[in-house]
């Protein structure tokens, strides 16, 4: 990011509501000023900047005191900052926070940065809201909704989930080469609020079917598997992050619209595949128990045709963490509080059996759903 003195000064003279003058612009803590110093905040040195208010001279007066204000940008880490998205946020906490403790310097207002280089105040900002474009159609679930009930389906359903499959081999061979961020989606997959451990931790302490033990024995084999997959960083891809059944609207002349695409641009195709394929064992298991029928048709289509376009046979070997983050949504009482006991006992075994698999032999899908 580049910065010049001229859009400071009228960044300054704006929230100032008077004309102001830089009088200097140094690193904070000394080092270099002026050009220097502005090259040095674009990599996330904060800089120190004197300016001077112009309208109270005008009288003859004495001129006005010479303020100062430190200007500060939140860089790219590996601590949880590898996103545009992490720093707004930390952004977003710091002043709304720092003015609240005692003895703490007090933060003055948000910068925002636009296209052209202005920088405009957003410290007003107390919420940010989303405008989005409408999309007509079905949602997807509705489908697999009428197919539970029903017990049969047609040559248009089988058509919608190949569809989806080549769909996501068209997206998944995207790549992106970015180390750090692989393993901030791995982290997240295990730890997050919305991940694994935060799954696990709106369970119910006392949930009959699902003792605590069974809950940390997940946590602790994600955690194994994040540590197996560490490495894997050239499997970074663009996906979706959240392609699941309610997020998928159809036309009735087969088109599709996606709705709320989920943690950032990149990410491992699995995280989509897992999404998808888990809803028609999740659908089957309300009928029949396991995955079979009609469900099983659309299951196999869809496996078939993602693995014959991505010739993605690796990930056999890493999906089995995002299957069991995925399975602990469906079981949740929170979530799905209405499914029957047996279909949340059968999802859970799941997790924890596929979980222990180092392969994932998806036409056996229903050898994962007996207890060991």
């Known amino acids: 990011m580049h910065l010049d003195q001229a859009a400071l000064e009228d960044y300054l003279s704006r929230v100032s509501g008077a004309p102001i003058q830089i009088e200097g612009i140094n690193e904070l803590g000394g080092g270099t000023g002026g050009a220097a110093a502005l090259k040095a905040f674009g990599y996330g040195q904060p800089m120190c900047i004197d ?27 590996s601590f949880g900052r590898e996103r545009d998205a992490d720093r707004v946020a930390e952004v977003w906490l710091n002043f709304h926070s720092f003015n609240h403790l005692p003895r703490h310097i007090q933060a003055q207002d948000m910068v925002a940065v636009v296209d052209d280089g202005r920088l405009e105040s957003a410290g ?25 009930d029903e017990g049969m389906c047609t040559d248009r359903d089988r058509a919608r989930a190949e569809a989806l499959a080549d769909y996501l081999v068209g997206i998944h061979a995207v790549k992106h080469d970015d180390p750090l961020l692989w393993r901030r989606r791995l ?24 003792p605590v033990e069974e809950l940390r024995a997940i946590e602790v084999a994600a955690n194994e598997w994040r540590w197996r997959l560490k490495s894997l960083t050239g499997r970074l891809s663009q996906v979706h992050g959240d392609f699941h059944p309610f997020n998928v609207l159809f036309t009735e002349q087969n088109e599709f619209t996606l709705l709320d695409r989920s943690r950032g641009e990149w990410g491992e ?56 983050w995925r399975t602990l949504v469906l079981a949740s009482p929170q979530w799905y509080p209405s499914i029957h006991a047996d279909v949340r006992r059968r999802l859970l075994t799941f997790a924890r059996r ?11 899908i229903n050898d994962y759903l007996e207890a060991a």
């Open 269 to 324: 195709p699995a995280d989509d595949v897992s999404c998808m394929t888990i809803n028609y064992l999740f659908f089957s298991l309300q009928r029949y128990g396991r995955l079979a029928g009609p469900f099983e048709n659309l299951y196999t289509a869809f496996w078939s045709h993602y693995l014959a376009g991505s010739h993605d046979d690796e990930l056999l070997s890493v999906i089995q963490p995002w299957f069991a």
């Open 187 to 210: 982290r997240d997959l295990v730890g997050h609020g919305e991940g694994i451990m935060g799954l696990t931790d709106s369970y119910p302490a006392d949930f009959p079917l699902t």
């Open 354 to 364: 596929v979980m222990a698999s180092r392969r994932f032999e998806w036409r056996q």
């Open 124 to 148: 007003h900002i107390r919420e940010l809201l989303l405008l989005t474009d409408y999309a007509p159609g079905q949602l997807y679930a509705g489908d697999l909704t009428r197919i539970r």
């Open 51 to 77: 300016y001077r208010p112009l309208a109270s001279g005008k009288d003859g007066s004495e001129p006005a005191e010479i303020r100062r204000v430190v200007l500060r940008r939140i860089s790219r880490n």
